[in-house]
Structures are given as C-alpha cells and as structure tokens.
C-alpha cells in the first residue's frame, strides 16, 4: 500500500458527460501529479501541483482541469467526455517539488460509453 | 522520437533464470532515472531510481546507467512467477517526467 488513495475505483459514465476524480496524497507529501494510462499511450503525465498551486503541465487537454485544496488532497475534472477518454486515471505524490520518486495511488478506472 | 522507449514484449523467460530489461532515452538534460514495476490493473510501484552513471543494486534488483550510450537497464535475478508484471522505464528532471510504454514480463513456472 502506498499510501496514496484514489475515489472511486470504476467510473462508468456517457459521452458529453462531466466527471471528478479525487486523490488524496500521502501523509507529508506536497505535491500531486495526475497520469492518464491507456493502452496505446502508455502512462500520459497530465499535471502536477505542489501546496496548491500548478506547478508543471504534461499533456492534459483544455477540457481537463484540476486544483489541489488546503488540505492537500486534489480533483481532476473531466469535461465533455469522449469515448477516447476511457482510461485508467493515476494520481501520484512526491514530498517536494521535483518529480522523482513518486508513489501512485490504484487508479480509477473510467468507462466512457 | 519518443524520449524513452522501450521493447514492449512480452519478455517470457523461465523462473530462476537472470532477466534484463532495456531501455533508451534521447533527452540529455534527464537528471534521474527510474524504474517502476506494474501488475495488471495496478498503480505502478517504485523499485528503483538512480541519479548517476553505474550500478545501483537492491536485493535481487540492479539498475545501470550509462548515460553515454544513453542506455538504461533492469536486471534481475533468480527471477520468481511474482516478477511477472510490466515494468515502466522513467527518465526525468525537475519539472518533467517521462515514462516508457513498458515492457511485459512473463515468468514461467
């Protein structure tokens, strides 16, 4: 166990549809980085905040978003969704700001029918 | 092209036997490299990470650097069924990140 928890495990929603993500980081640890994982893509780095504020960008589409709150913990938003958003969802946390070892939470798993 | 690629496999080896996997990198300015170990429908897990050149072993696991080829690699031995997994090739900085599609790895019994 990493310590790093993800709600909900499986999401199953429709095309158009606006879904949330939510990642809460190991105890101690500053900063959050979203991953997207699918088969053909392999582990996509989306974002990175660190003590709430956005501190890197990967690839991450304008109808994604996300924010890291006070008490750490952090949502990725998913808007108008399409079928090609059908992924496994990583969220990660390091202690600082570099992006090295970093521990990941189990994933949440999106349907997009 | 891709700035850490790897051999997708699978990689199917018998159990006991010394695995090595490999990887490639083309961006100079990476500081560190990992490697990750993923079971299927997992979150990927830390094994090891190395800022330099040489060899970094844990237990059954080694890492080598070798950034003038820039090559990357994965050995392990006495290799187990447990093993079986994907394993994730990273190269990074500061403020980026890059993993490798990975490779599959089967340990048969």
């Known amino acids: 166990d990493s310590g790093v928890t993800q709600t909900p495990k499986h999401l199953i929603t429709a095309t158009g549809q606006r879904v949330t993500l939510r990642c809460s980081p190991r105890s101690g640890d500053l900063s959050v980085y979203w991953y997207q994982q699918s088969l053909d893509q392999g582990l996509q780095f989306l974002i990175q905040?660190?003590?709430?504020?956005?501190?890197a960008k990967g690839n991450i589409l304008e109808r994604f978003s996300a924010q890291q709150f006070p008490d750490l913990h952090s949502e990725l938003n998913l808007s108008s969704l399409e079928l090609g958003d059908s992924a496994l969802y990583f969220c990660?946390?390091?202690?600082?700001?570099?992006?090295?070892?970093?521990?990941f939470g189990p994933g949440t798993r999106l349907t997009v029918l | 092209q891709k700035e850490v690629e790897q051999d997708p496999g699978p990689l199917s080896v018998p159990e006991g036997a010394i695995v090595s996997l490999n990887c490639t990198y083309s961006n100079s300015a990476f500081q560190y490299f990992m490697w990750y170990r993923q079971y299927s429908r997992k979150g990927p897990e830390l094994l090891m990470y190395?800022?330099?050149?040489g060899n970094k072993e844990d237990g059954r696991f080694t890492a080598q650097v070798d950034k003038s080829s820039k090559y990357i690699s994965l050995f392990i031995r006495d290799s187990q069924p447990s093993d079986s997994a994907t394993y994730l090739c990273v190269g990074g900085r500061d403020d980026k990140i890059i993993f490798g599609k990975g490779t599959r790895l089967h340990i048969l019994p």
């Open positions: 990660a946390s390091t202690s600082g700001r570099s992006t090295d070892t970093q521990y």
């Open positions: 905040y660190y003590n709430g504020e956005e501190r």
């Open positions: 190395t800022y330099s050149s």
